[in-house]
């Protein structure tokens, strides 16, 4: 894999995990207020972790509710990020390169299952055509991942 796809899946990694960490502080946040996240809506709760989500991916990526679906979509909107997720539908990619992004993938999920009780999937779609999923996890497990189709 070259340098460049390397360093578009490592900001996808950062991106995620900053996500993480907002939505842990915010749940902290939420908990010292004494409110109860419980207790909001299920809608509610996903449009928070969404919201997070989105702030921290700017313009790097489409963070959205896929109602349908049930799942949390991020869609890649950078043209690098975009070619770098490609690159892995496609087996161009290392498998290490992709397993640190969907390991943070996976925290991501864990977080929003544990800290907001989201029982809703995280997903990364293709960014040609989001009806397609890349990867996608549910409390921090692996639910489908595509480069287990490329081998």
Not at 20 to 41: D, F, G, K, R
Not at 54 to 60: A, I, M, P, R, V
Not at 70 to 95: C, H, Q, R, W, Y
Not at 117 to 124: D, F, L, M, R, S
């Amino acid at each position: 894999m070259d340098k460049g796809l390397r360093t578009i899946l490592a900001v996808g990694v950062a991106r995620v995990s900053m996500a993480a960490t907002t939505v842990v502080e915010n749940c902290n946040l939420l908990s010292q207020n004494n409110v109860i996240v419980a207790q909001a809506s299920k809608r509610s709760r996903i449009n928070k972790a969404v919201s997070i989500m989105q702030d921290n991916y700017d313009d790097k990526a489409k963070v959205y509710y896929d109602k349908e679906n049930d799942v949390i979509a991020i869609k890649p909107t950078d043209e690098d990020f975009e070619e770098a997720v490609l690159a892995v539908m496609n087996g161009e990619a290392s498998k290490s390169d992709w397993k640190d992004l969907t390991d943070s993938i996976d925290d991501l999920s864990e977080t929003i299952h544990d800290k907001l009780h989201i029982k809703t999937p995280v997903a990364i779609v293709n960014p040609e055509n989001p009806d397609k999923v890349l990867y996608a996890s549910y409390d921090g497990s692996s639910m489908y991942d595509v480069m287990d189709d490329n081998n």
